[in-house]
């Protein structure tokens, strides 16, 4: 099977900007050549409350919500456009508090495959063994 070229980015939250501190909560992967764009997330809440108590957790939700639908959409505002706008629409820097980290590039045989390797490895926590 051929290996295709693909982009990523991280997605993280930055609960309190002024602070700096970021969580990894999800990763968009794009790939053009399999027609490819899906954005899988998954909130760690405790580790999000650890850095602010405070913090809307619904809000965070469907702004998180709105990365998926907009791989998935089959109809709102960004339906009609390809994928590659998409995906270049949802890394486009922004100033909020959930954003994408730059994006990198890799091949790969499966993009679903490589998008679930990218989410354990870059999102979520694993403890080391002591």
Do not use: K
Not at 75 to 99: D, E, K, Y
């Amino acid at each position: 099977m051929s290996r295709d070229a693909y982009e990523y980015a991280v997605i993280r939250v930055i609960p309190r900007v002024e602070r700096g501190e970021q969580i990894n909560v999800g990763v968009l992967l794009y790939c053009q050549p399999r027609s490819f764009l899906c954005a899988r997330v998954d909130l760690d809440e405790s580790r999000l409350r650890a850095l602010d108590p405070a913090a809307d957790l619904p809000a965070l939700r469907q702004a998180l919500a709105a990365y998926q639908l907009t791989c998935d959409a089959s109809s709102g505002p960004l339906s009609a456009q390809p994928l590659g706008a998409r995906f270049r629409w949802l890394t486009a820097p922004r100033s909020t508090i959930v954003q994408t980290g730059p994006v990198h590039a890799g091949l790969t045989d499966d993009p679903e495959a490589e998008l679930d390797r990218l989410v354990a490895s870059l999102v979520h926590v694993t403890q080391a063994a002591g």
